[in-house]
């Protein structure tokens, strides 16, 4: 994936760093390192059950500040306007991030806003949804050779959780994107040998009438071969509720289905 699907420009001081452009956000950003043992990446991905998708995960023409860590606290806000003439309000976006790290602890909150209102145009009257918002807590600690992972999100209001697959990918009637979920996230990594075996299960609670829960596990091993080059292999699985449409997915796509596998050569350039 070229430039890891972001295109961006920026500074970077004594006093931080300022980046614009389209740009992975403050919510993904604390997935990938602080909640995900897989990093999201491979089929035990923490994408199966946490909506990190769609404008959740990257956002474009983003304004992002990131403030140098002082006594292990570090943060980061970031801005994306809306684009909708005469409503500074409609369709932007706001996200932001506090983390502490010491030793083997690494803690981060992170939210993520994005209103799905629509200003009205030719013919299109407008329309007021409100603003979708991400809220997570995510923990790592190192013990020994294990470092074990706790994440908790909760998730509120339009378009705060799409799914990864929207092609209906079960059949029957189409899975309905909730709009009032929390999922939680328990995880270990631990060095095997010369590699890192990773693990995680993980909940998905619909709190919407249609009561779309699923429960996912998944489990992976990457071995390195040099500096650059590892092999690496994953297994996913998912539990699918009440016509829930979640997908085993990886870092390059949503999946189709609710288990999958990976098996791979990785080289880093």
């Given at each position: 994936?070229?430039?890891?699907?972001?295109?961006?420009v920026?500074?970077?001081?004594?006093?931080?760093?300022?980046?614009?452009?389209?740009?992975?956000?403050?919510?993904?950003?604390?997935?990938?390192?602080?909640?995900?043992?897989?990093?999201?990446?491979?089929?035990?991905?923490?994408?199966?059950?946490?909506?990190?998708?769609?404008?959740?995960?990257?956002?474009?023409?983003?304004?992002?500040?990131?403030?140098?860590?002082?006594?292990?606290?570090?943060?980061?806000?970031?801005?994306?306007?809306?684009?909708?003439?005469?409503?500074?309000?409609?369709?932007?976006?706001?996200?932001?991030?506090?983390?502490?790290?010491?030793?083997?602890?690494?803690?981060?909150?992170?939210?993520n806003g994005?209103n799905?209102?629509?200003?009205?145009?030719?013919?299109?009257?407008?329309?007021?949804?409100g603003?979708?918002?991400?809220?997570?807590f995510?923990?790592?600690?190192?013990?020994g050779?294990?470092?074990?992972?706790?994440?908790?999100?909760?998730?509120?209001?339009?378009?705060?959780?799409?799914?990864g697959?929207?092609?209906?990918?079960?059949?029957?009637?189409?899975?309905?994107?909730?709009?009032?979920?929390?999922?939680?996230?328990?995880?270990i990594?631990?060095?095997?040998?010369?590699?890192?075996?990773?693990?995680?299960?993980m909940?998905?609670?619909?709190?919407?009438?249609?009561?779309?829960?699923?429960?996912?596990?998944?489990?992976?091993?990457?071995?390195?071969?040099?500096?650059?080059?590892?092999?690496?292999?994953?297994?996913?699985?998912?539990?699918?509720?009440?016509?829930?449409?979640?997908?085993?997915?990886?870092?390059?796509?949503?999946?189709?289905?609710?288990?999958a596998?990976?098996?791979?050569?990785?080289?880093?350039?």
């Open positions: 994936m070229l430039f890891n699907r972001q295109s961006l920026g500074l970077r001081s004594s006093a931080g760093t300022l980046t614009l452009g389209r740009q992975t956000t403050p919510y993904h950003n604390a997935l990938v390192s602080v909640a995900d043992p897989f990093g999201t990446g491979y089929a035990g991905t923490i994408k199966n059950a946490f909506p990190d998708w769609g404008t959740n995960a990257r956002s474009n023409n983003t304004i992002m500040y990131a403030m140098p860590e002082s006594n292990g606290v570090s943060g980061d806000i970031a801005y994306s306007p809306g684009e909708q003439a005469g409503d500074a309000t409609a369709g932007r976006q706001i996200g932001a991030s506090l983390g502490y790290s010491a030793g083997p602890l690494n803690l981060r909150l992170a939210y994005r799905g209102d629509t200003v009205a145009a030719a013919g299109t009257p407008a329309v007021t949804r603003t979708g918002s991400n809220k997570l995510a923990a790592n600690y190192e013990v050779i294990v470092r074990m992972y706790f994440a908790v999100g909760v998730d509120k209001g339009y378009n705060s959780a799409p799914l697959n929207t092609s209906n990918p079960y059949g029957g009637a189409a899975p309905t994107a909730s709009t009032d979920g929390r999922e939680v996230l328990i995880g990594a631990a060095r095997i040998s010369q590699g890192t075996l990773m693990a995680s299960v909940r998905k609670d619909d709190r919407t009438a249609y009561n779309q829960d699923a429960s996912t596990w998944g489990v992976g091993y990457v071995h390195p071969l040099s500096k650059r080059t590892a092999l690496y292999v994953a297994y996913g699985s998912i539990r699918n509720r009440n016509g829930a449409g979640y997908t085993v997915a990886n870092n390059s796509e949503a999946g189709t289905g609710d288990r596998y990976n098996l791979g050569l990785r080289h880093t350039f």
